[in-house]
């Protein structure tokens, strides 16, 4: 990541600049499944625009945010009056 391209495609990204962070394309994919995931694209059409043959791998890159992982456990909640999930200070409390 030493020419001016790399960067601004850092940049433009909302990646961070500052601090020792390995920059290059492998982040920047994974920084792409990742966005592609949280604004709903599915796992086939990730998988074709991040150039996997195999599903799998396409999950490695594109892992749910925590926001999500709460979501679908709150889901649970909601049908389960006794259980309550919540996020409190980035932190998962359960109460009975």
Same mark, same amino acid.
């Given at each position: 990541?030493? !020419?001016? =391209? ?6 433009? @990204?909302?990646?961070?600049?500052? =601090?020792? *962070?390995?920059? =290059? ?7 792409? =499944? ?5 604004? #709903? ?9 991040? #150039?996997?043959? !195999? #599903?799998?791998?396409? &999950?490695? *890159? &594109? ?8 979501? @679908? ?7 389960? @009056? ?7 200070? &980035? ?6």
């Amino acid at each position: 990541m030493h !020419n001016n =391209g790399w960067k601004r495609a850092w940049k433009d @990204a909302k990646l961070p600049v500052c =601090g020792n *962070y390995t920059k =290059g394309v492998h982040n920047l994919k994974h920084t792409f =499944g990742r966005r592609l995931r949280a604004a #709903g694209v599915p796992l086939e059409t990730r998988k074709v625009l991040l #150039g996997h043959t !195999n #599903g799998d791998i396409t &999950s490695l *890159y &594109s892992a749910p945010e925590i926001k999500e992982l709460l979501d @679908a456990t709150n889901k649970v909640c909601e049908r389960t @009056a006794d259980i309550d999930f919540v996020k409190k200070k &980035s932190k998962l409390i359960i109460c009975c």
